[in-house]
């Protein structure tokens, strides 16, 4: 159940927050990098992007534990997959999350 619930609730979360980010980007888009990195830096955006890293992650971990129970049999070869892929994610939030901190604002 508690699976469940956490990928219910970052669906919700990353598709509200998604159609926001369509929404200023079709709507007005920044014109060059200082734009954006103001943009990206204003505190709610900025708080935004920081939820967004692990409610991503969450839900993307929850969706392929799922598949990987269901559909890989070979207890060894689950538990590599598992561990490969906590490893790929731990690194790409890691990334996201470098990558948020750097932007500056000249």
Known sequence: MKAWIIQR????????????????????????HLELAAWATSPWVAVGLLVFIPVLLAHAWVGIRDVLIDYVKPIGLRVALLSLMALLFLASGLWALQALILIQVD
């Not at 669906?11 to 509200?16: C, G, M």
């Not at 980010?21 to 060059?32: G, H, K, N």
């Open 9 to 32: 609730v970052s669906a919700v979360y990353l598709a509200l927050f998604g159609l926001y980010l369509a929404l200023v980007f079709a709507v007005a888009p920044p014109q060059d």
